[in-house]
Antibody, heavy 120, light 110 residues
Framework: QITLKESGPTVVKPTQTLTLTCSVS??????????VAWIRQPPGKALEWLAV???????YYSPSLKSRLTVTKDTSKNQVVLTMTNVDPVDTATYYC????????????WGQGTLVTVSS | QSVLTQPPSVSAAPGQKVTISCSGA????????VSWYQQLPGAAPKLLIY???KRPSGIPDRFSGSKSGASATLAISGLQADDEADYYC???????????FGGGTKLTVL
C-alpha cells in the first residue's frame, strides 16, 4: 500500500524558514523512475506546483519560487524534505506531497496535506 | 493567474452530462499528456484521468477525458450528488520546465 504523509510546523513567523517532511511508504524514494513532488493550495485557491525531486537526485523548481526553495531526499528514512526560506503570509497554504514518475505526466498518489499558516 | 485556463464553475442536474475544458499552449497541453484531479471538499486531490484519457483503477467509466491540440476536456456523465467537487487539469510545461495546473472548476450538481 502506497502512502505519503506530510509533517511540519502548523505556524511559522514571517521571514522564517519553513521545513516540511514527506514520509513515504510502499515505494522507495530512490527507486528507479520515482519522483516526489510538492504542491500547495492557499485557502480557497488553486493548486500550485512547487518542486519535484527524482530518484537520481534530479530536481526541478517552480520558476517563481526557485530562489526560495530547496528539495532533498533522505534515502535511509525514505523521506523527502522541502525547505522554503523567507516565508510571507501569502505562503499560507495546505502543502501536499505527491508521487510522480519519470516521463509520467501525472501525480498518482497524494498525501493528506498539512496546513501551514504564516503569521506573526 | 494559472497557465492552464478552466471555467470557474459548471453545473448540471443529476443524471446529466457535464464537460470541463482546459485550455493551454503548445508548450504544455499541445505536446504533453494531460491529467485531471478531483478534489472533494476538505480532501486531497485524487487522480481521475491520466495521459489525457486513461482512468486509474477504481475510477468509473462515467469519467472520460479527451484532448485536441492545446486543449483538453473532462466529461462526466450520469452525474451524481457526490461528484460535487473541484476539478483540476495539469500537465508539464516544456518551456517553463515546470508542472502547471488550471485554476480549477467547481462542479455543482443541482
Amino acid at each position: 500500500q502506497i502512502t505519503l504523509k506530510e509533517s511540519g510546523p502548523t505556524v511559522v513567523k514571517p521571514t522564517q524558514t519553513l521545513t516540511l517532511t514527506c514520509s513515504v511508504s510502499g515505494f522507495g524514494v530512490s527507486g528507479s523512475g520515482v519522483g516526489v513532488a510538492w504542491i500547495r493550495q492557499p485557502p480557497g485557491k488553486a493548486l500550485e506546483w512547487l518542486a519535484v525531486i527524482y530518484w537520481d537526485d534530479d530536481k526541478y523548481y517552480s520558476p517563481s519560487l526557485k530562489s526560495r526553495l530547496t528539495v532533498t531526499k533522505d534515502t535511509s528514512k525514505n523521506q523527502v524534505v522541502l525547505t522554503m526560506t523567507n516565508v510571507d503570509p501569502v505562503d499560507t497554504a495546505t502543502y501536499y506531497c505527491a508521487r510522480r514518475r519519470w516521463r509520467k505526466f501525472y501525480f498518482d498518489y497524494w498525501g493528506q496535506g498539512t496546513l501551514v499558516t504564516v503569521s506573526s | 493567474q494559472s497557465v492552464l485556463t478552466q471555467p470557474p464553475s459548471v453545473s448540471a442536474a443529476p443524471g446529466q452530462k457535464v464537460t470541463i475544458s482546459c485550455s493551454g499552449a503548445s508548450s504544455n497541453i499541445g505536446n504533453n499528456f494531460v491529467s485531471w484531479y478531483q478534489q472533494l471538499p476538505g480532501a486531497a486531490p485524487k487522480l481521475l484521468i491520466y495521459e489525457a484519457a486513461k482512468r486509474p483503477s477504481g475510477i468509473p467509466d462515467r469519467f472520460s477525458g479527451s484532448k485536441s491540440g492545446a486543449s483538453a476536456t473532462l466529461a462526466i456523465s450520469g452525474l451524481q450528488a457526490d461528484d460535487e467537487a473541484d476539478y483540476y487539469c495539469g500537465t508539464w510545461d516544456s518551456r517553463l520546465s515546470a508542472e502547471v495546473f488550471g485554476g480549477g472548476t467547481k462542479l455543482t450538481v443541482l
